[in-house]
């Protein structure tokens, strides 16, 4: 399957959002984001770890993107020393998240983060397709080593247009990441179902309105096909059926609602598709592990 014109339909911005410091041997956690979260570990090595998958091995070079909604913490092992410079985050309008003790540069693993947005032909979050996160390594002869010093030389050294150059560079990385892993044989199942024209009008109407009452049966009469030969096509490409994807985009469009506005909790419950406020609130803390107002409460400050 080629993807030249997927690659080319593909609008990806990025909005970096914090720098991570970890000083020798220790942990910074990260709380669930409503949004798809990019790591680029910048020095260091260590891992991600997750609640309730195996951890992630990074190194200096590593390319992270973490799904919507993904309790997931940084571990440094305090065992390297890749050379970085003194980072002015401040300046560029970026969280310091800092942990442990020691000089800067000494055993200190850097990570840069960022929200990362992904559009194609008119619909703006089709990084909420993927499921697991996926992570990358950008060699020591990859043409990319030049991003990654360039995002060391910005984040050590702003000046104007910075942080747009950070933005560019992030967005460099992330189509590295996909096109490595196609080029690798390693297939993105959403990136398959973008391919299929049958299938992206459907995946297209439930990331317009997953709180529509979509059933798998009008999907499938939307591409002009039977429910059976719709559903095994979805899960062929996707590798879940298609009720799995509504519910989980049916969340993550509810915890960009609840972060983002001051709607009430029963309207958002409408706004995603559910009956009552009772039966979103259950399937929100059981997505979760939160309620949606300690959820509000922890992205908001209170």
Same mark, same amino acid.
């Given at each position: 399957m080629r993807y030249d014109n997927l690659f080319n339909d593909l609008e990806i911005t990025t909005d970096p959002f914090a720098l991570c410091e970890l000083k020798g041997e220790c942990n910074i956690g990260l709380s669930q984001d409503a949004s798809a979260t990019l790591h680029y570990i910048l020095s260091g090595e260590g891992e991600i770890a997750f609640g309730n998958q195996p951890p992630l091995r990074v190194a200096r070079g590593s390319l992270v993107l973490i799904p919507a909604l993904q309790h997931h913490s940084l571990r440094s092992y305090g065992t390297s020393r890749d050379p970085?410079?003194? @980072? *002015?985050?401040?300046?560029?309008? =970026? #969280?310091?998240?800092?942990? !442990?003790? !020691?000089?800067?540069? !000494?055993? *200190?693993m850097t990570a840069l983060c960022g929200r990362i947005r992904v559009g194609l032909r008119g619909v703006s979050d089709v990084i909420d397709l993927i499921r697991e996160p996926l992570v990358e390594r950008i060699g020591e002869t990859s043409a990319m080593q030049g991003a990654l010093q360039g995002l060391l030389c910005e984040i050590s050294n702003p000046k104007m247009?910075?942080? %747009? +150059?950070? $933005?560019?560079?992030?967005?460099? @990385?992330?189509?590295? +990441? =996909?096109?490595?892993?196609?080029?690798?044989?390693r297939q993105l199942e959403w990136m398959a179902a973008l391919a299929d024209p049958m299938?992206?009008? %459907?995946?297209?109407?439930?990331?317009?309105?997953? !709180?529509?009452?979509? /059933?798998?049966?009008?999907? #499938?009469?939307?591409?002009?096909?039977?429910?059976?030969?719709?559903?095994?096509?979805?899960?062929?490409?996707?590798?879940?059926?298609?009720?799995?994807?509504? $519910?989980? =985009? $049916? +969340?993550?469009? %509810?915890?960009?609602?609840?972060?983002?506005?001051?709607?009430?909790?029963?309207?958002?419950?409408?706004?995603?598709?559910?009956? /009552?406020? /009772?039966?979103?609130? $259950?399937?929100?803390?059981?997505?979760t592990d939160l309620s949606p107002r300690a959820f509000r409460q922890l992205h908001r400050g209170g």
């Open positions: 970085v410079p003194e @980072c *002015q985050p401040a300046q560029l309008h =970026l #969280a310091r998240l800092m942990a !442990g003790e !020691g000089p800067a540069g !000494g055993d *200190q247009g910075s942080r %747009a +150059m950070i $933005r560019a560079l992030l967005t460099q @990385c992330v189509i590295e +990441m =996909l096109r490595k892993r196609l080029a690798t044989g299938l992206w009008n %459907a995946l297209r109407a439930m990331l317009d309105e997953p !709180g529509a009452n979509h /059933s798998v049966e009008s999907l #499938a009469e939307s591409v002009f096909m039977s429910r059976s030969a719709f559903a095994k096509r979805f899960t062929e490409a996707y590798g879940s059926g298609p009720m799995d994807l509504l $519910r989980a =985009l $049916r +969340m993550r469009q %509810a915890a960009g609602l609840l972060r983002d506005t001051d709607l009430p909790v029963k309207r958002i419950a409408e706004m995603v598709g559910f009956a /009552s406020r /009772s039966a979103f609130t $259950r399937s929100f803390e059981a997505n």
